[in-house]
Every structure is written in C-alpha cells, then in structure tokens.
C-alpha cells in the first residue's frame, strides 16, 4: 500500500458513516483491544480481496521489537483526530466507503485490510515478551488471540519442535508386560516419549514442575521461565501460588507452548509413602483437567518431582503412566496427545521400560 497506515486512519477518521461494518469499530476498542479487531474481516469482507501472506509493517515492526526498541506503553495509532474520533458513528455505509476508496485509488477491501493489520500491529507495538515492565494481561491477550503460525514471530526460543514431529508411541507386543490394563485403540495415536528440552515444544501446553510459591526455580521450571521471558513470573505472581499436587494455568509467552501448566509435586526427600503418591498422582490428574478445560488438546509433562524433590523415578513412572491412562481412558476425546518427554537417558529407558505395561499392544 503506497500510503503509510496513519495517512488511511486519517482520511478515514474524516468521512462520516452510520451503516456498514466499519462503523462499529470504535476508537476506545482500538486502543485497549486489538484483539476484538479480528472480527472486521467478515466473511463478507474476505471476498472483497484475501489478506496478505506476509505484511511489510508487520516485518519492520517484529525487527524493531526484536531490537527490543518498542516499550509497552508505545500506541501507534493516535491521529490528529484524537482517540474518541478516530472512527465516529454517523454517515455513510458501504457505498460510501467503497465510493472513498475508489476516490484514493484503492478498494475498499484495501481499507479494510489496512485497518486489519493496522489493529495487528498497534496491538504487536505493545507486546514486548523480553520485558518486565510489559503488561502480561495485554500481552496474553494478545498471543492467545494468534494462530500457531502467528504465534512463531514471538517465540524467545530457536528450533522449536512442531506437534507434528513428535511421534506417536507405537505399542510393542511384550507378554511379560502385561499389567492390569487393556488394550484401548483409540489411545494408541495419543501417546508420546520425547526426549529432550520440553522448552522447544510446539504444543497447546507444557507442564511446569513448579514450588509453591510460582515464582521461579531450577530445573525445568527455570528453563521454563528464561525460555518464557519475565511476563510468565509476573502472571504467576498473579496466581498467589499453588499448593502441592494442584495445578494452575499460565501463558506461554515466549514459549513454543501456548500454555504452561503450573504444576507443585512432593518433596519426597523423606521417602514415599501415601501421602507422596496421591499428591504426585493429583499432579497429573489435575494438569489434565486443568488443560482440557481450558481447551488444550496436547499436553508435555517433565519427570515431576524427580529432580531437585528427590522422587524415585523408577516409582514415579508408575503414577506418571498410571494417572494419565486413567484419566486417557475416560476423557479421550478431549486430548489429542500426551508427551512423556524426559530429560535423562535413564528416564527414557524407565518409559520404555513401562509404557506397554500402561498401553499394551495387546
Ligand atoms: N526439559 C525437560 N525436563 C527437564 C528439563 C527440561 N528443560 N530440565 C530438567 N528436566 P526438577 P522437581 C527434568 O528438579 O524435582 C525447582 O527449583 C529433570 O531431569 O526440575 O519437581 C522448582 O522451583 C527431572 O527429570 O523438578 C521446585 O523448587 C524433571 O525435569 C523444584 O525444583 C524434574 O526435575 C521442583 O523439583
């Protein structure tokens, strides 16, 4: 588009109108809800012209914020006209719109995409992932509102491993395997054991092997926490910690994952007993529940408790194996995977070692 976004706002702020989709877009959404602005494009409108594959603004934007030059306060768009009349009610409808743009030299379609994007990239001036001074609920907002692919520009990690390259556990047949559980096809597709940095998982959730304050640790929850950016500790601050074997939802930020699940298990440096399996079995069952109720389909668990909370890993793959293939059983249709992904060779060997006796081939 030869004009800059702020000379459309401008000439598009001067032309009254009171029917027509553009004319619900008010200036106070604009500037606290970029978000919203994704219903402009109607359906209606689609068909006018398709949306760019890739957006020049959205480019130069991404490079400055990578540059981490933007702060979270920066808004883009405040015209000469001021905020409450960027877009007034009153005028003309379509006709009029299209009879403006034809005036310019453009569609009106063209306009359309342009405050499209324009929406898109105000809202992407005030995410900045690599600052504490950023207001998470904006910045949530905002990454959740992206799709997978949109959501790429913003990751703070290289070499993310899309869903897709994660394979499924395929059932081996080990009759000294068998255990008290059945063969259940439908679950055959929906088991993984990654091994490797759960990090660079590209999936709706990761689950956090937090403490119970929320706010940071070693182990897996700092290589969450750096990998995610200092707007997932002030979004956990939010949360006045967790107790132990609950769970509780956070974004992802910088994270390949969407979401993080928060998760605190035992500190067994005691022993194990009761108490230590049912809170490392809630851990799981309640990361589950918390994912599918919030709409995630796949989900990545670490060895909860198994590091720094002194769990043996060989009884914690038990309760790990047993509580997702319970939970699997009664609520398939709600996960399309569960990754076991574990960090240390001794680990995976203990997944290989157990996973047909939790998911037989027969
Ligand atoms: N990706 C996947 N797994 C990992 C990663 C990683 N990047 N890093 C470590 N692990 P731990 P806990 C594995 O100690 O025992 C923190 O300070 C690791 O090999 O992270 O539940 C918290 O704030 C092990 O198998 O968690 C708490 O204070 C597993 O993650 C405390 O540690 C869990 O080890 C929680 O201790």
Not at 122 to 131: C, E, F, G, Q, T
Request: overall charge positive; hydrophobic content about 35%; aromatic content about 8%.
């Amino acid at each position: 588009m030869a004009l800059p976004m702020s000379a459309w706002v401008s000439l598009i702020g001067t032309v009254p109108c009171t029917t027509g989709r553009l004319s619900r877009v008010r200036a106070a959404d604009f500037q606290t809800a970029g978000v919203k602005f994704k219903h402009i494009l109607t359906p209606q409108s689609r068909q006018l012209g398709p949306k760019p594959a890739t957006s020049p603004v959205r480019g130069h934007i991404n490079a400055a914020l990578r540059a981490d030059k933007f702060s979270t306060t920066t808004t883009l768009w405040k015209s000469g006209h001021g905020s409450a009349s960027f877009l007034p009610q009153g005028g003309r409808g379509w006709l009029g719109k299209f009879a403006l743009g034809a005036t310019l030299g453009v569609t009106a379609a063209a306009l359309v995409q342009s405050l499209h994007t324009g929406t898109f990239t105000a809202m992407a001036l005030k995410v900045n992932l690599n600052s504490a001074d950023g207001d998470w609920k904006e910045a949530k907002d905002f990454l959740l509102s992206l799709s997978v692919k949109d959501r790429r520009q913003y990751y703070r990690t290289s070499n993310s491993v899309p869903l897709d390259d994660i394979p499924v556990w395929t059932p081996t047949a080990d009759a000294s395997k068998s255990g008290a559980y059945e063969r259940n096809e439908k679950l055959d597709q929906k088991i993984s054991l990654y091994s490797g940095d759960i990090t660079k998982l590209e999936i709706d959730a990761i689950v956090n092997a937090a403490n119970k304050t929320l706010l940071g640790g070693g182990g897996v929850d700092g290589a969450i926490h750096r990998a995610a950016g200092p707007l997932l500790k002030k979004e956990c601050a939010s949360l006045h910690g967790c107790e132990t074997g609950e769970a509780k939802i956070t974004c992802g930020y910088g994270l390949p994952a969407k979401y993080v699940i928060h998760t605190v298990g035992p500190i067994a440096q005691g022993g194990v007993g009761e108490n230590e399996k049912k809170a490392l079995r809630s851990c799981y069952k309640n990361s589950l529940k918390t994912a599918t109720d919030n709409g995630a389909r796949s989900v990545a668990f670490p060895c909860i408790s198994t590091g720094i909370y002194g769990y043996p890993p060989e009884q914690a793959v038990h309760e790990a194996l047993a509580t997702v293939r319970e939970y699997l059983d009664a609520h398939h249709d709600k996960l399309d995977r569960v990754i076991f992904c574990v960090f240390l060779p001794t680990d995976k060997e203990l997944y290989l070692q157990n996973l047909p006796v939790y998911f037989p081939a027969a």
